[in-house]
């Protein structure tokens, strides 16, 4: 079973509003990992927030952890129509063998 | 060029069929994994592979088998296809731990009739 969990499932907004996804987890981890994947494609990283890190930017994408909740957000400021696609977390722990990937948000920008 | 490539893209086979799916790197990469993705759905771990002589089960590694011909190519094989293993299928690498980012070639989209 996967570890992630994406909230929501699906998310459907405007061009230029601001899109936020949620992820869970269940175990400690060394690192938490976005990617994004268009339709039918392979997975692209995103960004990656170690475990002592609590917020993370990369041009119009946000990240912020919080190990105590064992969770983290994905923020995506002013979408565009280009930002449409499957965004999934993946938590990193050393004790485990690959990441554990969770069951994607689908994100629908709007033009 | 692409770092990871997947070959065939496409492939429609038959139940009872054996088939082979192949996947090369030019990262340089120790660890390559094999994933199946089912529609709507997250990635499953079918195998992996920490290098040449190290091959892994994953969390659906029934019915599935797989070769590290070289540090660059690991290939996953169906040995009697049936209609449930219709999926995608991707070939990701990474460095050297199980923590590290993972690149993704583009997928084999596989039809079991």
């Known amino acids: 079973s996967q570890q992630g969990e994406e909230d929501p499932q699906a998310l459907s907004i405007q061009e230029g509003e601001n899109a936020t996804m949620n992820c869970s987890y269940k175990?400690?981890?060394?690192?938490l990992q976005w990617y994004r994947q268009n339709s039918g494609r392979g997975l692209v990283h995103l960004i990656l927030?170690?475990?002592?890190?609590r917020e993370k930017h990369s041009g119009r994408l946000r990240v912020t952890l919080d190990t105590s909740k064992k969770s983290s957000s994905l923020l995506i400021t002013a979408s565009r129509a280009a930002d449409t696609a499957s965004y999934f977390c993946a938590s990193g722990n050393t004790g485990r063998r690959a990441l554990t990937f969770g069951s994607g948000t689908r994100l629908q920008v709007q033009p | 060029d692409a770092d990871v490539t997947q070959t065939p893209r496409n492939r429609i086979t038959k139940t009872g069929k054996r088939i082979m799916l192949e996947c090369s790197q030019t990262?340089?990469?120790?660890?390559m994994y094999w994933y199946r993705q089912d529609p709507g759905l997250g990635l499953q771990l079918i195998y992996y592979s920490f290098d040449v002589k190290d091959i892994n089960k994953g969390e659906i590694s029934d019915g599935y088998s797989v070769s590290r011909q070289a540090q660059a190519k690991f290939s996953l094989s169906l040995e009697s296809a049936i209609p449930n293993q219709t999926a995608l299928y991707f070939c990701a690498t990474s460095e050297t731990a199980s923590t590290d980012t993972q690149y993704f070639g583009p997928g084999t989209r596989l039809t079991v009739l």
């Open positions: 175990t400690s981890i060394n690192n």
């Open positions: 927030i170690r475990s002592n890190e």
């Open positions: 990262k340089g990469h120790d660890r």
